[in-house]
């Protein structure tokens, strides 16, 4: 019986691998919008620590930024996800690696030894974890930051306060820091409700 368990739970496993590899297919050419229109900063730094796509999901925005050959960590608490990343860097010899990690959960910071040349954060919040992204950017190193507000409850999901920002949160959280762009608002397709942001750190 336990065998047939795990054979019926492998079976799934590799089910859901397969849906998210052909997502990923479709989904590069699909990266926020925000990080697309705003490459050029990112190409000009040195990439001596890379970038890192944090609660990266299916990656798409981490795997744009493979295609321009730059080093790519991507950081999600779903494994599988990260073995379907894995699959479509090594199919498409992309620079990256997967790092299986949950920030909510671990006993410790696990980005207090680390560093990188940027940061991506999208649709994601965990305030606590907010200092330790900004510790975790290099001098000179860039954010790119864009998750929902309070608005868009008028719009469905996410509506739960702990996953919305409050009006001007995502400036004062990054004060201090070169503001490159700033953006709070509703957008369309789909209609939601958001604010973004690109900084440099100084």
């Avoid at 705003?38 to 609660?55: E, I, T």
């Avoid at 379907?84 to 909510?104: M, Y």
């Avoid at 606590?128 to 992204?133: A, F, Q, T, V």
């Amino acid at each position: 019986m336990k065998s047939d368990t795990k054979l019926v739970v492998s079976k799934v496993c590799v089910c859901r691998l397969a849906i998210i590899r052909k997502f990923l297919a479709h989904s590069m050419a699909h990266a926020a919008s925000l990080l697309v229109e705003n490459l050029d900063p990112l190409k000009q730094l040195s990439m001596n620590y890379g970038v890192l796509d944090l609660a990266c999901g299916c990656g798409r925005n981490g795997l744009e930024l493979a295609k321009y050959d730059i080093p790519v960590t991507f950081a999600d608490c779903d494994e599988v996800k990260l073995s379907a990343i894995s699959a479509t860097l090594e199919q498409e010899k992309l620079l990256g690696n997967a790092w299986l990690v949950d920030l909510e959960k671990s006993e410790s910071d696990p980005l207090a030894q680390k560093k990188f040349d940027a940061c991506l954060v999208f649709n994601y919040l965990y305030r606590p974890g907010l200092e330790s992204i900004r510790d975790a950017v290099i001098s000179g190193g860039l954010i790119y930051y864009e998750t929902f507000t309070l608005d868009n409850r008028q719009f469905g999901r996410p509506n739960n306060l702990s996953y919305l920002l409050f009006p001007n949160e995502l400036k004062d959280v990054f004060k201090g820091w070169e503001i490159l762009h700033y953006f709070e608002g509703e957008l369309c397709s789909p209609r939601r409700a958001v604010a973004n942001i690109i900084a440099r750190k100084p």
